[in-house]
């Protein structure tokens, strides 16, 4: 799965890798994205892409309360087409999750020690990711809450060994492919999801520090010696 993640690049480099044409969002560091934070996310809006904040968790229309966001903060790619909680937006509402690495982590329960993930380029990469909309019908001014989820699949040999899941990293090929709405045969999609995607990682090992979602500053990503 994916839990924690980095989002740190500026909007000019955002801009350059990820074809951005506009933006309304506050471009803020943040070194410890948690679950139901609002974060950057990139949707196609009128033949361009945009850069918008949704919260991380999705919240499928047809949900009763947005607390089952939580719970849906990631998708796994072999039964994201079925799952009645995501199917729909599979098919059309696709979005790209810039982010510039990603925590993991290994050992026991009340020992595990955090993993800083990235590209071995250390550019931003993207995820792969589905959007939601959903309407409270029984609020008086029926306020809309925009969410997002992020896809999962079985971890790469590069990185098999600190977990069995890692985010779908699309390669930069296929992002306008991915989201572009018009496509929503299910099969075409699951293609894109095997074979447009990166597999090639790097880690290193970081403080616990990154434990807390209260820290959110560059000591986040600070390497440390494991043989310390």
Same mark, same amino acid.
């Given at each position: $799965? ?18 951005i ?48 966001g939580?719970? $849906? ?6 039964? #994201? ?12 509402r ?13 050992g ?11 590209v ?36 790469s040999?590069?990185?098999s060994e600190?977990?069995h ?6 390669n930069p ?22 074979d447009? #995607? ?11 520090? #990154?434990?807390s ?16």
């Amino acid at each position: $799965m994916c839990g924690r993640f980095v989002q740190n690049s500026p909007f000019e480099t955002l801009q350059q890798n990820f074809n951005i044409r506009t933006t309304d969002s506050d471009i803020i560091p943040n070194y410890n994205v948690a679950p139901t934070q609002e974060i950057l996310t990139i949707i196609k809006h009128d033949n361009e892409n945009t850069l918008d904040e949704l919260h991380w968790g999705l919240v499928p229309f047809w949900a009763k309360h947005i607390s089952i966001g939580s719970r $849906m903060i990631n998708a796994r790619a072999e039964t #994201v087409a079925s799952k009645p909680s995501f199917r729909n937006a599979f098919k059309k509402r696709r979005c790209l999750i810039p982010a510039d690495g990603f925590y993991e982590w290994k050992g026991e329960k009340g020992n595990k020690q955090p993993y800083y993930v990235s590209v071995p380029s250390d550019e931003p990469f993207a995820f792969a990711g589905l959007w939601e909309t959903w309407t409270d019908k029984e609020s008086d001014e029926e306020s809309v809450y925009k969410s997002c989820t992020i896809i999962t699949t079985a971890a790469s040999d590069s990185i098999s060994e600190i977990h069995h899941r890692m985010p779908v990293i699309l390669n930069p090929d296929f992002y306008e492919k991915w989201l572009n709405a018009e496509i929503q045969d299910p099969k075409e999609l699951e293609i894109i999801l095997k074979d447009g #995607v990166i597999h090639d990682m790097k880690f290193y090992p970081v403080s616990t520090f #990154v434990n807390s979602v209260k820290n959110n500053d560059p000591n986040c990503i600070k390497p440390i010696d494991e043989n310390l």
